[in-house]
């Protein structure tokens, strides 16, 4: 992803109040947590494509990262 469309994202998660998922993986790393789950994904990124992508761009950041589906159950 590009600075412009990284700046971007941030600037529309910002204005409904969210995060980015790298945003949330920063957040992970200065907390020292063991696993990432990222969830309530906006609709523009749900299709099967891009979670595997997000999983990766996070992963960069933060080893342990799933992108939890709608009821999923997670053990932790």
Do not use: W, Y
């Not at 020292?32 to 997000?54: D, E, M, T, V, Y």
């Amino acid at each position: 992803m590009n600075l412009l469309m990284a700046r971007v994202m941030r600037k529309i998660a910002r204005n409904h109040g969210h995060s980015t998922n790298m945003q949330a993986a920063q957040v992970a790393v200065e907390a020292g947590a063991k696993r990432l789950l990222l969830n309530h994904i906006s609709a523009r990124f749900l299709s099967k494509r891009c979670q595997p992508a997000q999983e990766r761009c996070c992963q960069h950041f933060f080893e342990n990262v799933h992108v939890v589906k709608d009821l999923e159950e997670v053990e932790v």
